[in-house]
């Protein structure tokens, strides 16, 4: 069912729940997640979130025929049998073999030790359509960068990672 080659162990806790929202090549290409758990909402309609990207190669890179990896797949195999869709479905069109590597990136992030290549801590403003950096670091090329300092607030241009980052996570009114 999924066809990946490579080798990292499962590690994570149940105390993080990272879905898929987007992509970004910078260096490298790499699949981005927010976690769902550990949203924080304020009462003025702006919502925290970290979110990570791994590279695509260490995600295709999973040996899941090594036994440290069975539990990546056990779990992956379970959302699929009960019909999980991933929430990046409900803002965009996937097929279902999209669905199915989808399914497997959100549980490699959960359960994987892979390094990502970015963090950012977002402060989304839904009412105003607009985002944040509160918390940046990212990994290019073997050199680090980090940053925690707020960036100014930006309107969010209507296609793009922020966009998505908006539909899924802003009610709609």
């Not at 105390?15 to 009462?43: I, N």
């Not at 090594?66 to 539990?71: G, R, S, Y």
């Not at 960036?151 to 980052?165: A, F, I, M």
Request: glycine share 8%; charged share 25%.
């Amino acid at each position: 069912m999924f066809a990946f080659i490579g080798g990292a162990a499962f590690a994570q806790s149940a105390s993080v729940d990272w879905k898929m929202y987007g992509a970004v090549s910078f260096g490298e290409s790499g699949v981005c997640f927010y976690d769902a758990k550990g949203m924080r909402g304020g009462p003025d309609g702006t919502i925290r979130v970290w979110t990570k990207c791994l590279r695509q190669k260490d995600l295709d890179g999973i040996d899941f025929k090594k036994p440290a990896n069975n539990t990546i797949l056990n779990e992956a195999a379970k959302k699929m049998l009960t019909g999980y869709m991933p929430p990046i479905a409900s803002v965009e069109t996937i097929d279902d073999d999209q669905k199915t590597a989808f399914i497997s990136y959100e549980v490699t992030a959960d359960l994987s030790n892979l390094k990502p290549q970015s963090r950012i801590y977002y402060e989304l403003n839904c009412p105003e359509r607009m985002i944040r950096e509160l918390s940046m670091s990212f990994e290019v090329k073997g050199k680090s960068t980090f940053q925690d300092k707020p960036r100014e607030w930006q309107y969010v241009p209507p296609e793009g990672n922020g966009d998505r980052l908006l539909r899924l996570l802003c009610p709609v009114k």
